[in-house]
Every structure is written in C-alpha cells, then in structure tokens.
C-alpha cells in the first residue's frame, strides 16, 4: 500500500503572499484598473493564474484576463531576476513534517496553482527539490478545484485515492481533494480561513504544522 500526502505550495508549504499581492498590483496597474485590495488577492491564490485574474475582474472579457494574467508573469519575474522579490520563508516546522512523513514511509507530492518554473524556483530554493514523487502545476491541468492535478499525483505516485491526502490552505484545494476521492486535510496557516476549508470539504484542518504528523498518524 502506498500512502500519499500531495501539498500544496503557496500558503502550504510556504508564505509568498507579499510577491503575489505585489505582482497582480503591477498587473492591474499597467491594464490602468485600480488593484483589488489584498485580502482579495489572497482569496484566489491557489487558482490559476487566468481563473485568478477572472474572479478579480468578472467584468473584463476573456482577453482582458488574459493579458493581465500575462503582465503578472512578466511581474512576478521582473521581481524574481531584479532582487526585488520578497522572502518567500517556508512555514515553521514545515521541513520537520516533510522528513517525518518520508521516513514512515509516506510518499510525496505537488499539486499547486504555480508554473513549472516557480514550482521549481522556490522548490530548489529551500533545498526540497528531492522531497517529492510527483509535482504537478498549473501548466499541465486545468485550475483547482478540478480534480485532474491531484488524479494524476496519485497516478504517478502509485497510490490510491483512498490513500492519499491532499494538503492545502483553501477551499480550492478541499474541493479537489473531495473530487478526487481523497481525504481533505485543511491547515489553518494559510490564506483561507476554517470556514472556508471546512465549506470546500475539509475532514479535518490542522492548526499547526506538527498536528499534521498527528492527522496522517
């Protein structure tokens, strides 16, 4: 039997609130639209980029989407290779729950609104690049809460709905895991609050990084 824990990443495994926020601002701006405020912001990360951009802006037509969602790439780069990007600090006790699961015998998993490349970027970054099995992003699969990511983790993992936990901070992810047949492991660090986990389908929520050890027990 294969047990797998999927995370994750923005407001998961790590908090990259401050770069988003100021990405999708820089974004809004050159579409000359006043910038949503940024608890706003926060309430979609998790999406992909262009389903992100539309629950932002519901008025604006498809291509207006799609170029903001392009001018925040182009953004959150310019942010990335001019040194202006903030800390993106992974979550206390995050690394400790990542090692403890692997040796139990738990395999690993990504199932995140990012691109492959920032995915990579902030993987290889903390030193985590070889922690995880599988690693699925937006650019392969259409946006949570659609099960496909998550279904095709469990597929490559060698797992089993039934064994594997998706792990995520919004009700994004809960629903995903719900479509999926997986169990909904909800955590209360990230960027939606309980109620909102719990709505979305969330079994349980975590209201620390060590209560996950004891969840996946």
Known sequence: MTHLAVFDCDGTLVDSQANICLAMETAFAIAKLPPPPRAEIRQIVGLSLVEAVRALVPQADDADHRRIAADYKDAFFELRTSGRMAEEPLF??????????????????VATGKSDRGLAHI???????????????ADRHPSKPDPAM????IAEAGAAPDDCAMIGDTSFDMAMAKAAGARAVGVAWGYHDVHDLVRGGAQVVASRTQALLEILA
């Open 92 to 109: 206390e006790g995050i690394v400790e729950v990542l090692d403890t699961l692997r040796a139990r015998g738990w395999r690993l998993g």
């Open 150 to 153: 998550l279904l095709a983790a």
């Open 123 to 137: 993987l290889a970054h903390h030193g985590l690049s070889d922690h995880f099995v599988t690693l699925q992003t």
